[in-house]
Each structure stands twice: as structure tokens, then as C-alpha cells.
């Protein structure tokens, strides 16, 4: 294994999990010349017999500017190419039960997320990692153990069914919500660990394209938006692909869906709630989808610490599942590797022989990069656990009362008032990827959907006491609002009753 | 297997891990007819070779008539019999730094809590268990995995290192905070769990006898208290033996137990915040504890849901593992057996062979039971896990506050106001072990302690609840207090001043 390495003198980074953010923190330490084996599980979904079986799984993800500055900061130009593959979403339409339809923009500046192409973004990457000199791929590769005082993993390899044994000088745990190594490290690391269902459950559905008058497919709703169907304790949404069809994705309670099991109920509860999307699905799609497709849970963890002295930490999922209601997964998880990355470099972390601390027998530099990691991220990822959780409410319910439009227009308001305008997406990259970390504060008024989506400047948890600080402002002026309405109100009923009690009399 | 079952018409529960609440979890089934197989990873802790290991761990703890009524509603003889062997400590005995001792009995009616032996204890139990024809027990077994859907366990023999597969139809998981039985549930179960490790850490000291005139061992403490030293971020405690000893436990902050690692800066924390039990302790003893003993992490867990279908469920420790502020988690982990064998009872499972729910083809009266368990049992044991949690700032802060002396004299005054004295212990426990489930709810004035301690017919979420209400019904009440005592001090001021006034002019 050593013989095939690059640069016999570099050190060795072991990364599981070959997802999105598995394959960017491969290549952030192949760029700091570590020598890195990426592990992972399953086949490479490049290869066409996987494309099968991955047919069921969630196909696309809305990404925004934190996961594109962190693929700008380690691959600028695979970052360029996958904004030019995506499709905009400039704010969500929401679809009444009438059949009218809302657009609510993102932003006042026309700022948009991306709807992307998971596997599109997945394989992208794994092409850079497979092209990467310091980087070897392995795919039908599972950790069964690993020893973390002794530097090593016990990794399967799953097609010829053998078992080795590799050393690592630091290891990644890239490996989804429910981690190997998460679950390892936790036999020698005091870790605070939570994890929990949300009541909810979701389900995948497929909206055609249609065809237009010249016979070429063409979407059958708005492509640029995010289409919401709120609906109080239960909600539809639809991302557009670039083949000019929909993703839908139905939440719904457990038991909510245990009612839905022939053909006739789907339908049935399509036509009551869903009747424009009804039409659009057909009624064949939607009962083949639901019939088959799988009901999946949401689960939301929470970790602490991330890391285990100088050799291990986890990133992405495997530290922090989200539920996906803020479009902020995979975002959290890509800016995960970039504050990694800049607090080893910070710390002046390299491939070289470590700087051993004499006492403690580790690499002080990664040691102490790996320590600051946890106690400045965890605050963050907390903070956008919460937001993500709070964001259903929003979604499924908030969006269709007066009280929040009226307390969206004030919050847009104060941001018009207080803030420059800024300038385009695609030019504030290069800028936004080589961002010090802790970050600035914001100045004037921003609304919070703005910070958490458009600000990679701004950290998830100033985010969260910065909206906490605007929402008791907002419920102020509301009140205030409020108060002169109702005087205004009370001045004019007696304006009009004097007007007929003196006409009357 | 099968043919060396006791009666072959009955069915068979394993239970996994032989200690109390394995131990009476065992008993309680078998003496429902089940033919049990109760598994310990350990060796059996009653064969001298095993003693000399256990020396290390927790010797003694404190149970209380939660615990008392659970073995009465199992093994009457046996609950006699330990409490027998335990020592009554009657309440708090507070060691000021100046060296002055404040008694603060637990309850008004003299009712105590027993400081045990814990391997005393488990030893009896075992004895019942092996005594017992329906249950075979298996020590330095361990689960390797469990197909619950299957109704499996691989189970390892550490002693031959062979593994054995054995079929169940009733799997308790009585393994403790690691659990594994818990965790093998997680792969099939949607369980929200929560680990949380407090900052706190807890190392075990040994207080030898004393000798008195006649050359016989005594108490160099009183025993009938649990002794207390509070020192606002850290305390140490002591239990007493039966054999004039005492156990003591110093609980700290890691930072504060990293800074004690020479002889000299132990003894000289000892001298400057417990002069007095390093006077008892001796020099040596204390040093040589203080380095050789672990120092052992206090780690609170939550679950939920407790079972899977008809067939499995976590009690105990491996259900909620509790800080041991409270003195309440082997007593919650037996009160789990009492409240699972009433609710088999009352849904009326037996070992004969089940009434199949023809839908899902699991027995219908044994899902029920582990259902309503499930139910009902969450919430108290949330309760319990709080209240602890929420008791070691009041052992190691509040104790010594005059404002909590001064709620505390209230509490009580109200409780004797409005509650008739109960009466004794031991007269109470027949009556205790055959309460229904849920309990009642308690009239008039019962302080928390009380409550938590002497009352079992009370649940841990009534209880909290019920203190909740108390609790702010004493605040109201001190501030009318201090108001008063404000107004007659504003009163006699003016009194004072005045006669000086008149005399001086």
C-alpha cells in the first residue's frame, strides 16, 4: 500500500464515505499533500448497473451559497460547472387549495438557490477524486472496526469478501447518518449524542414533462421556483430537474400515511388536498410511486465533540443530520470541510512529520485544528439544527397566514431600508471562498432566510441570535401596527356612527 | 435447548444481564410460567475469583421504598431480607468547612433511606434466580447480535469462545448504560436517544473503621446519615458498610481532578475543603485511592420507544441511566420490572401459547403490554432523570443556603399542616407492592424529597408536577415573607429612630 503512495513522506488520511462531502475532504487534504484513501461502502454510482438501484433515493437537493463557497475554496472550477448544470429557484410558489398560486422571492435582490442533480454533484466529485494523484478510491469497502489509539481500521471489502487492515495518521468520518465511525469513536470519546425522529415521514414522487406545441418536453409548472402545497400538518413539494420534470416530495405524519394504502385513497386524498398537482402527476405515476416508492423517516442527531484527539472527526451527516426543511444539509456538510480545511491551514497543518507535543505523544498542530473545529462549530450546527426544525412550521403552515406575509413585508422592508444592495451570485464567489473563520458581523437588517441561504459570511449561530434579536423588533412593530390600526379603526367607527346618529336624528 | 426446558409448553424470554433488575426481571417472568434464560457477560460475581475485580467499582448505594416495593411485589423473603443487611440512614448530614455538622432528617416521620451492599444485593437475587426451576443462567456470555424480527440472539461463550444461536419469544434488555440489546434495537426500532455525559466526574475513596475501647471496629461517622461535604462546584459524600466503614465519592469537574495528580496537591485539597474526612481517611488510604481508583464518568441517557412489537424491550440502566444525585436509579430500574409485570398481568399474558393478532401475527396481549409500558413509563422516567439531574446542585450548593434552609423549614411545616403521619416502613411495604398502575394522585402538602423517596404509589411525572406547583406556591409565600419581615424591620427602624430622636432632642 505504501509503495503505491505519491509522496512516501506525506502522511496518511484514511476518508469513509464517498459522498459529496467525503469527496471534498479528500481533496482538501490531497491539496495539502496528505496521501488519502477514500472508503466506501457501496459501488460506485458511476458505474451503470448502480444507476438501478439508486433510482429510488432522493435525486435532487436545492444548493446555495455556503455549499457553493466551499466547493469554490477547494474546487473552483467543478464549482463553476455544477452552478452552470443547476436550475434557479428564485422563491417558493405556493399552491393554495384554490388552485391560486403565491410567488414569495427568496430575495430582494433576486439572489436564488440551486436545484441540482444529486448524483450528478456526487459523480462530479468523484471524478476529481479519482484524478487526484493522492487519492485512492475504493468502492464495496466497509469498516467493521477501528482502533483509534493504535491507528487503525479494520475495512471489508464486501465483493471479494476479505478483510485488511490499514493505518492512518487522521481519519474522516464522511459516512452518513448512521456512521461506523461515529458510533467507533464513541467507544473512546466522551460524546454527547442525540438523535430523534420527527413525527413525520416522506415519500418520493415523479411529475412528467410535458410537451410542447414542437413535440419537445417542457415543464408543467414554473421551472425557477420551489413549489410548495402547504397544508397545515402535512405538505407537497416539487424541485425541477434539468429532463424538465419535477421531484415531489410528500411529508406527511406516520399515520397520515397509513390511511393512504389503495389506490382509491391516494387518489382520493390527492384530489382533496393536491388537486392541481393531482392533474399534473396523472393518476397512474402517482399510485405506481406511492405503492412502491419507500416511506422514509427523518431523523435529526446532534454530536459533541466532533473529534478524537489528534486522528479523527466527523463531518457532514455523521455529525449532524438535519431535517432537509432549510435546505441546509448538504450546504452544512460542504462548509463543514471548508472550515476544516482553513483551520488546518490556520494552525499550519501539512503532510510533513508532525510536530509531536512531547508530553501527550500527538501532532499538536492537528490536534489543536481538530480541537478548535469542535468548539467553534458546534454552536453553529446547533443553530442550524434548530432553524432547520423551526423551517417546517414555516413551510407546511406559517406561509399561508396574513400574520407572516404581513411580518414578511416589514421584514423586507427594514432590509430595503437598512442594507446596499449587493452584488450578483457569481461574482462574490472568489470572494465569499477565502472568508476568515470565526466570521463577521452583519450590519443593518437582514432577513433571516437571507442570512442562513445567501451569507456564507455570516455563521449559522450569529445567524440565529442576529433573527432572534429582528423577530422581537418585528413582533414590537407588529404590535405597534396593530395598536394604530385598531385606533384608526375605532377613530373611523365613530367618525361614521356620529355621521348617521346625526343624520338620523 | 428445548429439551432441557422445564415445561415445553411454555414460552421462552431471554434476559440480558444478570444484574438487580436482570435479576428480578428473570424472576418476575418465571414466575409467570416463561422459561427464562438469563445471560451475564461477567463472570458470576459470587465466585471468590471475581470479587478481587469488582473491588474497583461501586460498592454501596442507596435504596429506598421504590425499590423495597418492587422486590415485595416479586420476592417478598428476599426484600426482608435486605433490608435486614442494609443501614437505615434517617437524613443529610451536612459538613460545613469550619467543621460543624447540621443533620437535616430526610422525612418528618423518620422514614430513611438503606445504604446496601450493591453485590450483596445482586448476589441474593442470583441465588433466587439459580434457585429458581424455570430460569438457567449463563455468566461470561455475551450478545454478538439479535435478529428481533427473526426472534434470535447470536450469543458468544467467552469462556470456549464458540457462539450459539437462541430463539426467544421475550427479549429484556437489562444490559445496562452500553447496552447492547439497545443499541440491536435501533436498527429495526425509530428510537429517539439521548446520551449526555455532565462535566462532573466521580472517583471512589475508602474511609476505614474506626477502633473503639474494647478493641472493636466502630463508626468513625454516624451511620444513620448520608454525610455530605458541599462544596458549591464539587462535593464528597460518604455512605456507611456493614462493616464500619465508609464509602466515599468525591464528585468534580475534570478540570478540578486534573489539576490532583501528585500526593501533595491531593492532600493539600483534601486539608483545604475537607479537613475533616482527611483527618478520618488517613493520608495514606487517601492517596493511594486517589491514584489507583478510576475516575469515572457520570453519563445520563434517554430512550424511547422501550420496546419492539411483541417481543422486545430495554429495562433499567440500558432503558435510562440517571447522574446518582437522586439515589434513585436501581430503585427506577426495579420500579421498571414492577410496572412490566403488572401491566403482563393486567393484559393478561402467561406462558401458554398467545392469541396471534391475525393481522400482523404477533401476540396481540404481550404487544399491548410492551406498548402501554412504553406509554406510560416514558414519561415518569423523564421525570426521575430530571429531577436527578437537578438534585446535584442542591447536594453540592444548596444545602448550605439559608434561602433553601428557609423553603426547606416552610416545606415541611406545610406537609405536617396538612398531611397525617404515615406510618412505619415496614408496616407499608405489603401494601405498596400491590398498587395499581398509574398511581394515584397524593392529597395535601408532600414535600419533593418525600414524594420521590418514601412514596412509590406516587409516579416520578406526578411527582414533578405536583412539585412544580409547590415550588412556586413556596416562592409566593417567601416573598410575602421577606415583604413582611421588610416591613416590620422598616417598622422597628422608624421605632428605633424615633425613641433616639425624642431622646436626643
Same mark, same amino acid.
Given at each position: 500500500?505504501?509503495?503505491?503512495?505519491p509522496a512516501p513522506v506525506s502522511r496518511k488520511a484514511v476518508v469513509i464515505g464517498a459522498g459529496p462531502v467525503g469527496c471534498l475532504a479528500a481533496l482538501a487534504l490531497a491539496k495539502r499533500g496528505f496521501s488519502v484513501e477514500l472508503y466506501e461502502g457501496r459501488p460506485d454510482i458511476r458505474l451503470p448497473s448502480s444507476k438501478a438501484t439508486l433510482q429510488r433515493r432522493s435525486i435532487?437537493?436545492?444548493i446555495s451559497h455556503r455549499g457553493i463557497a466551499a466547493l469554490e475554496s477547494i474546487e473552483p472550477a467543478t464549482a463553476q460547472r455544477f452552478l452552470e448544470s443547476a436550475i434557479p429557484m428564485r422563491g417558493r410558489m405556493i399552491h393554495k387549495l384554490s388552485g391560486e398560486l403565491d410567488?414569495?422571492?427568496?430575495?430582494?435582490?433576486?439572489?436564488?438557490?440551486?436545484?441540482?442533480?444529486?448524483?450528478?454533484?456526487?459523480?462530479?466529485?468523484?471524478?476529481?477524486a479519482a484524478a487526484?494523484?493522492?487519492?485512492?478510491?475504493?468502492?464495496?469497502h466497509r469498516v467493521v472496526a477501528a482502533d483509534f489509539d493504535d491507528k487503525t481500521l479494520a475495512i471489508r471489502d464486501t465483493t471479494s469478501n476479505t478483510e485488511k487492515s490499514t493505518m492512518f495518521d487522521l481519519c474522516i468520518g464522511a459516512d452518513g447518518s448512521y456512521s461506523v465511525i461515529r458510533r467507533q469513536m464513541m467507544r473512546v470519546v466522551r460524546m454527547n449524542y442525540t438523535q430523534e425522529y420527527?413525527? *413525520? #415521514?416522506?415519500?418520493?414522487?415523479?411529475m412528467p414533462a410535458g410537451i410542447d406545441r414542437c413535440g419537445e418536453p417542457m415543464f408543467l409548472l414554473d421551472p425557477n421556483h420551489l413549489h410548495i402545497w402547504p397544508r397545515h400538518s402535512f405538505m407537497l413539494i416539487a424541485l425541477p430537474n434539468k429532463d424538465k420534470t419535477f421531484?415531489?416530495?410528500?411529508?406527511?405524519?406516520?399515520?397520515?400515511?397509513?390511511?393512504?394504502?389503495?389506490?382509491?385513497s391516494i387518489i382520493s386524498w390527492f384530489r382533496t388536498n393536491f388537486p392541481d398537482a393531482l392533474h399534473t402527476i396523472g393518476e397512474k405515476s402517482l399510485v405506481e410511486d406511492f405503492m412502491n416508492n419507500p416511506r422514509s423517516p427523518l431523523i435529526c442527531t446532534k454530536a459533541n465533540p466532533y473529534h478524537y484527539k489528534d486522528r479523527a472527526i466527523i463531518l457532514g451527516d455523521a455529525a449532524h443530520s438535519m431535517v432537509p426543511f432549510y435546505g441546509q444539509g448538504l450546504n452544512a456538510g460542504l462548509e463543514d470541510v471548508r472550515i476544516l480545511a482553513t483551520l488546518l *491551514? #490556520?494552525?499550519?497543518?501539512?503532510?510533513?512529520?508532525?510536530?509531536?507535543?512531547?508530553?501527550n505523544h500527538y501532532d499538536r498542530r492537528l490536534s489543536n485544528?481538530?480541537?478548535?473545529?469542535?468548539e467553534t462549530r458546534h454552536e453553529d450546527l446547533i443553530a442550524i439544527l434548530d432553524l432547520a426544525m423551526h423551517n417546517y412550521v414555516e413551510m407546511r403552515h406559517s406561509v399561508t397566514q396574513l400574520s407572516y406575509l404581513f411580518r414578511k413585508t416589514l421584514d423586507t422592508f427594514l432590509y430595503s431600508i437598512t442594507s446596499p444592495r449587493v452584488v450578483a451570485l457569481t461574482s462574490l464567489i472568489p470572494i465569499l471562498a477565502k472568508l476568515p473563520y470565526p466570521t463577521i458581523k452583519p450590519r443593518g437588517w437582514l432577513p433571516l432566510y437571507t442570512m442562513v441561504t445567501f451569507r456564507p459570511d455570516i455563521s449559522y449561530a450569529t445567524v440565529q441570535k442576529r433573527a432572534a434579536t429582528q423577530a422581537s423588533i418585528l413582533t414590537a412593530l407588529s404590535w405597534i401596527g396593530v395598536t394604530g390600526l385598531g385606533a384608526a379603526g375605532a377613530w373611523l367607527t365613530r367618525k361614521i356612527f356620529l355621521y348617521y346618529f346625526e343624520r338620523r336624528w
Open positions: 500500500m505504501i509503495a503505491t503512495d435532487n437537493l436545492a410567488s414569495q422571492p427568496y430575495d430582494r435582490d433576486g439572489q436564488c438557490i440551486n436545484s441540482i442533480d444529486r448524483s450528478l454533484l456526487n459523480e462530479g466529485l468523484l471524478d476529481e487526484s494523484p493522492n487519492i485512492q478510491v475504493f468502492f464495496n420527527i413525527r *413525520d #415521514e416522506y415519500l418520493e414522487l415523479k421531484t415531489c416530495t410528500v411529508f406527511a405524519p406516520a399515520e397520515e400515511f397509513d390511511r393512504l394504502h389503495t389506490p382509491d *491551514d #490556520e494552525e499550519g497543518v501539512t503532510s510533513m512529520p508532525p510536530i509531536y507535543d512531547p508530553q485544528a481538530l480541537q478548535r473545529y469542535t
